[in-house]
């Protein structure tokens, strides 16, 4: 893991920074429908799992946009990640409890579902939030028994947490395409409602061009 520290008085967004971290701290929530129909598909002729490729494809549109990597050192200050990994749920339906993990992050769609796979047999007795989870990581989430209609996930901290959340629900089929709702939150100090809305369209990029 590598990051570099962000001199905020010469960062173009260094006063927006400070005033959404300083004087109105405000974290913005987005839930838009996508298509999923072209990775269900996919998922279904190579017998892989929904889950893990979904985490995948939300991690690579996560990774190729500054604005989803920051975070702070141990001195408090701000620095950006050269990359961040996915901390997620596996739910266990036999008790109804789940273990939170993090996967380091692949740019190789097959590598990541490898460590994934890895980690998931490593922990499949855990029933809590494995304790080496990395500081570069951001949070994801899955209601697969539900199609929500808005997600909005509270962060209780100091107001300073900068890393997504991000969640989607079950998917379903409209007029013969398979949509479902993906969210995101974002701490308003690193992202504004372009930076959100162009998440939604990139993973809905990487959705329509899955191999």
Not at 130 to 151: G, I
């Amino acid at each position: 893991m590598k990051y570099e520290i962000i001199d905020l008085e010469n960062w173009p967004r260094g006063g927006l920074f400070k005033y959404y971290t300083d004087e109105l701290r405000v974290v913005m929530s987005l839930t838009v429908d996508i298509d999923v129909t072209r990775l269900v598909e996919f998922v279904r002729q190579r017998r892989l799992k929904f889950y893990p490729a979904m985490i995948w494809l939300v991690s690579k549109a996560v990774n190729s946009r500054d604005e989803f990597k920051y975070g702070w050192d141990k001195n408090g200050r701000l620095i950006k990640y050269d990359f961040v990994s996915p901390s997620y749920a596996v739910f266990h339906p036999e008790d109804g409890a789940f273990t939170k993990l993090v996967t380091e992050y692949s740019d190789d769609l097959f590598e990541f579902l490898a460590r994934f796979a890895r980690d998931q047999e490593a922990s499949r007795n855990l029933r809590a939030v494995v304790d080496n989870q990395p500081e570069n990581h951001f949070d994801v989430s899955c209601l697969p028994w539900v199609r929500y209609r808005h997600a909005d996930l509270h962060v209780f901290d100091e107001g300073k947490f900068l890393a997504p959340v991000v969640t989607w629900g079950k998917y379903t089929e409209e007029s013969g395409r398979l949509t479902m709702p993906l969210s995101m939150n974002i701490h308003h100090a690193v992202a504004d409602g372009f930076h959100l809305s162009r998440f939604f369209t990139d993973v809905q990029n990487l959705l329509d061009s899955i191999y």
